[in-house]
């Protein structure tokens, strides 16, 4: 929840912490167990208060005046709570020192200390235990925004910052609504989406200033002058690409200086353009002024199906490369450490075919011999390493053969969990826990197999993992946003579409273009964004939800174990109402195997309301299949998905042979082939037996030869 007092007041932000962290509830362990949390301060923030309020239960079997817990921020200690076993249940109330926040993730650490017995007592046993509710705790923070600093490289590190919450919200004047102003203004967004990682953040277009948030002015020069002159602000004659940063015109002062307009301007639409690929790549402190004047613009030269994290096949990877620097792991309880990384989300996984890690590491001496180091893919334990050796060990290039079925397309991730224990004497005396370490080199390796590109469509799903296939070339080259209408509503909901894929993708859309005509003729994947009376006809014909006159709905009937639906189809005229939005993906009606990607509602308004529902994680977790319908009723948007209509196939890179392509489309060929392959083997040695059965009785009844 957000309260905003006004302009030049404080600002009060409540977040759940649920939000920042991935569970619900956190159990601490043990003797000793920590667990941290990281709350973003973005720098434009000024932390005037700040209040930290959680529940939590710990075990009736600890010992009381010798456990507690104790709260860190920053290394700080700011609070010590002691656990009562005849009060297990507690709640908390903390209000953090101002001073101890910096901008960016600040580490806020819940620090256990907890014992059953004044005598011997086991290190990890199962009275030993105190939950956090998470999903009951939440940090208020109190604060005002600084002014902005009047450089460009702020658009990098202040002003488009994914420690901004609860979202991001830029609005986008532009000049005119031509699909070449559109396309740029696509490219603005791109960059901007970018730049926020995986935070969510809204885009606007209108025709003047949006006050309270950060605005761009895109237009020529002419019009630029003009605007800024209206609001009593003034810019230098242009003839070249250029980008300008300024505080906000407006505002009861005349300015707002906690908020920025960056102006886009040159002669004709190629200076528009350069300003605009400019100002969304720019990701360093440099520039350190308030304009520029691009001259030229290149980028790297970029594979299919690359983008954030990806993992190419046939090459192998260190952990260095894959971010996971040499790493050692201490004490009884150690925190996990992670490799997240992302596979192509139309991978045509086969059978009998492993990914190879290859480990370098070293362990601690006089650790128990039950000790372990865990291995899990994707929550799935893969593999225990027994850290046998009492006089420790340096193990290099240890292999583990990894199934290529237990990976899955788009995000994956690879963990290392220790399990570590110490030898304990008869009395417990000197309890040595220094030795207990392991550490994991970065020389360590993965190597994934050759996999070909080949899947099933429509599956909104892998849409949702990494924006395939729009996002099949990085860049989005090959595809194309056709939108039937050019109110500010219709380009503000594409803009939101647009940021989304870049942010499944992490790679700029710098070659998707918009059009107001309908592409039939275009050889590529397509973004259609309408009111649904404004699409065309054949495109309702050929969804999944056939929006024409006589519409034809599909309603679920069964689900079979096999997860597959029965669906009951009702022709009724009956109009596509207000208060919901549809999210389809089919095959064109054009162009074999491609696919059209299909956003609508019953307005432009509510198809923008529609494009701020698909910002939200946990509406993209529930969109799968061909079909994706909404109720537009923020917050708690209700989501139905439906898998209806033509499947098809699409591969482009990787070869896939015929016998591979069938059984991927029709997996009881398989086993058809298999029965036949028995029964053939069968005939055959059926037939040789008989034939040496009938030699054997022939040579029988000639009897001994004389």
Not at 27 to 34: A, N, Q, R, T
Not at 364 to 383: C, E, Q, T, W
Not at 455 to 479: A, C, Q, V, Y
Not at 492 to 517: C, D, H, M, R
């Amino acid at each position: 929840m957000l309260l905003f007092a006004g302009e030049g007041r404080a600002a009060i932000l409540n977040i759940p912490l649920v939000k920042l962290a991935p569970a619900r509830t956190v159990d601490l362990k043990c003797v000793s167990g920590s667990y941290d949390l990281m709350i973003p301060i973005p720098q434009r923030w000024a932390i005037q208060r700040a209040v930290l309020k959680f529940d939590y239960v710990n075990s009736t079997g600890i010992l009381a005046g010798k456990s507690r817990m104790t709260i860190k921020v920053n290394g700080y200690p700011v609070s010590q709570i002691n656990l009562n076993p005849l009060a297990p249940e507690g709640s908390v109330k903390l209000s953090i020192p101002a001073f101890l926040f910096e901008p960016g993730y600040n580490n806020f650490s819940f620090n256990i200390s907890q014992h059953y017995t004044m005598e011997c007592e086991q290190p990890c046993a199962e009275d030993l235990w105190t939950t956090l509710k998470l999903d009951q705790a939440s940090i208020e923070l109190e604060y005002s925004l600084k002014p902005v600093p009047l450089k460009l490289s702020s658009t990098n590190d202040f002003l488009f910052d994914p420690k901004i919450s609860p979202e991001g919200r830029v609005n986008l004047i532009l000049e005119n609504t031509k699909p070449d102003m559109v396309t740029i203004a696509g490219i603005i967004a791109s960059g901007i989406a970018k730049r926020f990682d995986y935070k969510k953040v809204l885009f606007s277009v209108s025709n003047d200033i949006s006050q309270g948030h950060d605005n761009i002015l895109v237009g020529s020069s002419d019009f630029a002058k003009r605007f800024l002159k209206s609001k009593g602000a003034d810019m230098a004659e242009v003839n070249k690409p250029y980008i300008k940063l300024m505080q906000l015109p407006g505002g009861s002062s005349g300015s707002d200086p906690n908020h920025a307009l960056i102006v886009i301007s040159g002669l004709n639409s190629d200076h528009l353009k350069l300003a605009a690929e400019t100002l969304a790549i720019m990701s360093t402190s440099f520039p350190n002024s308030d304009e520029m004047t691009p001259v030229a613009f290149t980028m790297p030269d970029i594979p299919m199906y690359g983008g954030r994290l990806i993992v190419t096949p046939e090459k192998k990877y260190t952990f260095k490369n894959m971010d996971f620097p040499s790493y050692t792991f201490k004490g009884l309880h150690p925190s996990t450490k992670e490799i997240p990384f992302r596979l192509p989300a139309d991978f045509l996984i086969r059978p009998n075919i492993y990914a190879q890690l290859s480990l370098f590491y070293t362990y601690g001496a006089a650790m128990r011999a039950d000790s372990v180091l865990n291995i899990s893919l994707n929550d799935k334990l893969i593999r225990s390493i027994h850290l046998d050796n009492s006089k420790g060990d340096l193990i290099e290039g240890y292999k583990i053969k990894i199934p290529t079925y237990m990976f899955k397309p788009g995000d994956n991730i690879l963990r290392f969990e220790p399990v570590m224990t110490p030898l304990i004497g008869k009395n417990c005396e000197n309890l040595q826990t220094d030795n207990l370490f392991l550490t994991i080199f970065e020389n360590s390796t993965l190597y994934f197999p050759s996999m070909p590109h080949y899947t099933e469509l429509p599956k909104i799903e892998l849409l949702m993992l990494n924006g395939f296939p729009i996002t099949r070339w990085p860049d989005g080259h090959g595809s194309t946003v056709y939108l039937t209408n050019n109110d500010f509503n219709t380009i503000g909901s594409a803009l939101n579409l647009i940021g989304v894929l870049t942010q499944k993708n992490g790679f700029p859309l710098f070659e998707v273009a918009f059009t107001y005509k309908d592409p039939k003729k275009f050889d590529g994947e397509l973004i259609i964004l309408g009111d649904a009376n404004s699409i065309p006809e054949d495109y309702k014909k050929a969804s999944p939800l056939k929006l024409t006159k006589e519409m034809v709905v599909p309603y679920p009937v069964a689900r079979s174990w096999a997860d597959e639906t029965s669906l009951a189809y009702s022709k009724q005229i009956s109009g596509f109402k207000s208060g919901k939005g549809a999210l389809m993906e089919f095959m064109s009606p054009y162009k074999d195997g491609r696919t059209v990607l299909l956003l609508t509602a019953a307005s432009s308004e509510e198809m923008y309301s529609l494009s701020q529902a698909l910002t939200e994680p946990a509406v993209q977790a529930k969109c799968e299949g061909s079909l994706v319908t909404v109720d537009l009723s923020p917050p708690d948007y209700n989501v139905s998905s439906l898998n209806v209509g033509k499947k098809y196939f699409s591969g482009k890179s990787g070869s896939v042979s015929a016998l591979d392509r069938y059984i991927y489309s029709y997996p009881w060929l398989y086993y058809v082939a298999v029965v036949l392959v028995i029964i053939s083997l069968s005939l055959v040695l059926f037939y040789m037996l008989k034939k040496y059965r009938v030699r054997r009785l022939k040579g029988e009844s000639e009897g001994p030869r004389n």
